[in-house]
């Protein structure tokens, strides 16, 4: 007798255990915390500062040079025509050197000319020669002695004119502008007179740059003659102290003409010398004339 009977049939899947993805969902992870930090960093210090400075990182991030600093520019010796940009601010290697030579240049000339003449001497030990952030600064300073002007007058004294006239000729030989300050006290003209400090510290500049140009400074190096008045004081505890009567001439650090041209180089820096960049004596103020 056949058994008719419909077989069943049974199918069993055995499931499989899921496959382990190990860690790598860790290391993305990390990484996107990572940009983020970097980008809420990046937006607070772009919210800090100002539009120029914004532009100038901008323009850093697509060229990878700051405005106004010279082009990696290769030749047969595989090296920069004016420096290039350190890993640690962008200061222009090479051009520091060349500033700091140029400072030791005018240091040397000083030195033989004082030793030349005994006047001379007691103007050059005012005088303040560093190279700063802004590029290489001289400062004639007025030591009270009446060596550089006469009372109220834009009339530059003959040893003023001459110490202009031995450093001139290393101006001329640097490929940097040049920028004429002129600084005053603080004491006032008469009120019936028709000048102020601003007019007087603007026309002994001016008949400064005058006589550099004579001397060696080319007319297109010349960058600007700015007047101060007594608005920037060397000694800042006594606006009328003498040392605030003073020529201020800076070879401009390329690349930093536009920072340099707001107003005038700050006194900081370091020096090249001690003899040529006294401190200013500010525990001992004294009134003094214009």
């Known amino acids: 007798m056949v058994d008719r009977r419909e077989r069943v049939i049974v199918i069993t899947k055995k499931s499989k255990a899921a496959a382990h993805h190990g860690g790598a969902w860790k290391v993305a992870y990390a990484d996107f915390v990572t940009a983020m930090m970097a980008l809420f960093m990046v937006l607070w210090l772009v919210s800090q500062t100002d539009e120029q400075t914004r532009q100038k990182l901008s323009e850093y991030f697509r060229t990878g040079m700051f405005s106004g ?48 003449d005994t006047e001379l001497a007691n103007l050059i030990k005012n005088m303040d020669v560093r190279v700063t952030d802004e590029g290489l600064l001289i400062q004639i300073i007025d030591g009270g002695d009446g060596l550089l002007f006469d009372l109220s007058s834009a009339e530059l004294k003959p040893k003023l004119r001459q110490l202009l006239e031995v450093i ?14 002129g600084h005053t ?18 026309m002994r500049a001016d008949a400064a740059r005058r006589v550099i140009e004579a001397h060696g400074v080319a007319l297109d190096q010349i960058d600007g003659v700015f007047a101060h008045g007594a ?37 900081q820096g370091f020096p090249i010398r001690k003899a040529l960049s006294p401190t200013p004596d500010e525990a001992q103020p004294k009134p003094a004339a214009l």
Do not use: C
């Open 69 to 116: 600093a010279p082009a990696l520019v290769m030749g047969g010796s595989g090296v920069a025509e004016h420096g290039f940009l350190d890993a640690n601010g962008g200061i222009l290697q090479l051009e520091q050197r060349t500033l700091a030579q140029s400072a030791e240049e005018v240091k040397k000339a000083l030195m033989v000319a004082e030793k030349a």
């Open 168 to 181: 001139a000729p290393v101006l001329g030989r640097l490929k940097n502008k040049i920028q004429v300050h």
């Open 185 to 202: 006290d603080a004491r006032p003209f008469p009120p019936s007179s028709e000048r102020t400090n601003w007019e007087l510290s603007f």
């Open 231 to 267: 608005s920037s004081p060397y000694v800042k505890t006594d606006p009328f102290d003498a040392r605030n009567r003073r020529l201020a001439i800076l070879a401009v650090r390329l690349g930093a003409e536009d920072l340099a041209a707001r107003g005038m180089p700050t006194n």
